[in-house]
């Protein structure tokens, strides 16, 4: 039973690039939230996805865009990079919007935005 | 405004002992309460959850507690490995399916 893969592990962009990071949701999961965390920070919340559509939102800019395919996996769409976005990407699966549902991670992905 | 806050914000012990993290939060309305570990490089992975009726839980050598009133969470690690090092993660569950994180207590286990 494969658990939350996340591609690709490690990524270097130059600033004003654009990237887009992937995520394949746990089996039998079919939401997937994204969070962005900073060196020695806790995650912060980016979106969630739900039936394909974005169900929340955090204090993100438009830079950062999603989107989920019919199978659950998700894409994370970052524009116009800035040194500052330069994170761990985590991707989480979980049955369900509710906040109940146990969170399933994956092991992220490493941006360094040059 | 709804937080959460651990403490302390490092640790740093020596193999086979105790210790107690903490967790304060001021999340309204409260749903849950979670206890994550996060060894470095990788994403957290769940050692609890514990909802408004439940004062504790364990998770093998791992208890976790609940004080609803005074809104306050303690993870209690007991005869600690050195594989326990990592940073640990308190999670509120609030209202509207939001899940606010803390910063997290950086726990080192020497020998």
């Known amino acids: 039973d494969a658990g939350v893969t996340q591609s690709p592990t490690h990524l270097i962009k130059t600033r004003g690039q654009q990237v887009t990071l992937r995520c394949s949701p746990k089996s039998g999961h079919d939401t997937v939230s994204w969070y962005q965390q900073a060196l020695g920070q806790g995650p912060q919340f980016i979106f969630q996805?739900?039936?394909?559509?974005?169900?929340q939102r955090g204090n993100f800019p438009d830079r950062f865009s999603g989107h989920q395919f019919p199978n659950y996996s998700s894409e994370l769409n970052v524009n116009a990079l800035l040194l500052g976005d330069s994170a761990l990407y985590l991707c989480?699966?979980?049955?369900?919007?509710?906040?109940?549902?146990?969170?399933?991670f994956g092991n992220g992905t490493r941006l360094t935005v040059t | 405004k709804n937080q959460v806050e651990q403490s302390p914000q490092s640790l740093i012990i020596l193999e086979g002992k105790n210790c107690t993290l903490q967790?304060?939060?001021?999340?309204?309305?409260?749903?849950?309460l979670r206890w994550y570990k996060q060894d470095t490089g990788r994403g957290p992975v769940s050692l609890t959850i514990m909802t408004f009726s439940e004062n504790t839980k364990s998770n093998g050598r791992y208890t976790a507690t609940l004080d609803a009133d005074t809104k306050q969470s303690s993870l209690h690690i007991t005869a600690s490995q050195l594989s326990d090092s990592a940073s640990y993660i308190c999670?509120?569950?609030?209202?509207?399916?939001?899940?606010?994180f803390g910063a997290g207590t950086r726990l080192a286990v020497h020998p």
């Open positions: 999670v509120v569950g609030g209202g509207y399916n939001k899940l606010i």
């Open positions: 996805y739900y039936e394909e559509e974005e169900r």
């Open positions: 967790c304060n939060y001021t999340v309204s309305p409260f749903s849950n």
């Open positions: 989480a699966s979980s049955l369900g919007q509710l906040n109940n549902s146990p969170l399933h």
